[in-house]
């Protein structure tokens, strides 16, 4: 399916997973020119990319970017049950070979390449950029689940409790949750109604084995801030209380890239993209993009100038073996 609105093309595709699961996929282009680079969201936990991300894909379109989604087993359109993620590992392997197949095109192989996370999709644009960190060029990540807030962290036997529950009832909704997610995470009362009468979007308590991956890699990402090299933004509301500001602060003070920024928005809520008034929305984009704009300028004239000089190193595949010239474009 193709649709050209304000000169953006967007179309839906299902692939087949290795296990056998069909995922749904979609993509925001511009309709007059090639995209000026490629960037693929990773949405948060019981959501989804075609509604709840639209409106990342027009504003990153509409300035010159190829965008592409992809909705997690269990979540949105793709096959699994709903809100049931057995591995989070599973979801960055079929992440990472989506988006690798996109960067592999022959059209795109000249390409630079970025990632853009909310919330739990932060964890998972750090999952892969720790399975790949040479082929990312850059992140974006709003209000990412990088770290279990302290007085929230179970103590560790607990999390072994949970472990062996999870194999046992993996998909029982018993995990308690004190508020109601969708009422303090999204601040525009008309989207929180588009939100719940959303069939494609999760309600309900966790399920056991999803709560339990979440824990599991928040606690692993905690520790492994340092070990976060590529550059990136990320952005927060200081009034976020379903992740806590003050761990992207801290995932800025850790992380070892060269090339690190951290903006917060005051009073603002979780859903910075897509939650609050348009003027606050319309501020978040500004950012991202000029962050964006400037360092896709940089890296095409980097890759100019590898090119002329014949050491282009997008020429290397993602196990960083070089490619036969019959390969090259």
Known sequence: MARDTDNIIYEEEFILNPRGLKLF??????????????????????????????????????????????????????????????????????????????????????????????????????????????????????APMCKIADEMKPHPFVVTILGKLSSVIPTWRIVP???????????????????????????????????????????????????????????????????????SKLLYESASSADKTFKLYPDMWHTITAGEPPESIDLVFSDIIAWMDERTDAGNSRLESEQKAGHDDRFLDYQGKKKSSGNQI
């Open 25 to 142: 996929t979609c993509r925001w282009l511009p309709a007059n020119q090639e995209p000026k680079a490629l960037i693929f969201l990773c949405h948060g936990y019981a959501m989804e990319c075609s509604f709840w991300m639209k409106g990342t894909g027009i504003h990153l379109a509409k300035a010159g970017y190829g965008v592409y989604g992809i909705d997690y087993e269990g979540h949105g359109k793709s096959s699994g049950l709903l809100g049931y993620v057995p591995s989070l590992d599973h979801v960055v392997d079929d992440c990472s070979d989506f988006f690798t197949s996109v960067c592999e095109r022959k059209e795109n192989k000249r390409k630079l390449r970025f990632l853009f996370g909310e919330s739990m999709g932060g964890a998972v644009v750090l999952l892969l950029h720790r399975k790949k960190p040479k082929y990312w060029d850059g992140a974006v990540l709003v």
């Open 177 to 247: 949750t004190p508020n109601d997610i969708v009422e303090i995470a999204i601040k525009n009362p008309e989207l929180r109604k588009e939100v719940r009468a959303n069939p494609n979007c999760y309600k309900g308590k966790p399920r056991l084995k999803t709560a339990y991956e979440l824990l599991r890699v928040s606690l692993d990402i905690e520790n492994n801030l340092d070990k976060v090299s590529l550059p990136f933004i990320v952005l927060h509301g200081s009034a976020d209380i379903v992740t806590d500001p003050s761990v």
